[in-house]
């Protein structure tokens, strides 16, 4: 004799939750590849305004060297400047500011007798 169950309970498979978690699961998945990549493009975009920075930097120390060879240039005479001569007791700042000067004073049209100027008429 055979028994029939007639209340048999069977469990139920709930596709829709496995789907819904599965996709959160994907989801998220997918949201820390897309942060990991602008992580990385916001690296290279704060190296290129440090490597910005620095050509700055490097630009105003240049700048105020000039500045101040300007400056010393500015106090000496004309018979300082006529006085110049090619001394390899010089410093390296000496030789800077009697560079700076000979360009300066080319540069407004003072030269040597015979000696030509060129100048550059593009600006660079």
């Known amino acids: 004799m055979k028994r029939k169950v007639k209340n048999r309970i069977k469990p139920?498979?709930?596709y829709i939750l496995r789907i819904a978690i599965t996709a959160f699961f994907i989801l998220i998945l997918i949201t820390i590849v897309n942060q990991?990549?602008?992580?990385?493009q916001r690296r290279s975009e704060l190296e290129n305004i440090n490597n910005?920075?620095?050509?700055?930097r490097i630009k105003a120390i240049d700048l105020e060297k000039k500045s101040e060879l300007a400056e010393?240039?500015?106090?000496?005479t004309v018979t300082e400047v006529s006085n110049f001569t090619d001394n390899s007791n010089k410093t390296k700042e000496q030789k800077e500011c009697e560079e700076y000067l000979?360009?300066?004073a080319l540069r407004l049209g003072y030269a040597k007798?015979?000696?030509?100027?060129f100048q550059n008429?593009?600006?660079?």
């Open 12 to 14: 139920k498979k709930n």
């Open 113 to 117: 007798s015979g000696v030509r100027v």
């Open 121 to 124: 008429i593009a600006g660079n």
């Open 52 to 56: 910005q920075l620095q050509m700055t």
């Open 36 to 40: 990991q990549i602008q992580i990385q």
């Open 72 to 76: 010393e240039a500015g106090k000496l």
């Open 102 to 104: 000979r360009q300066e």
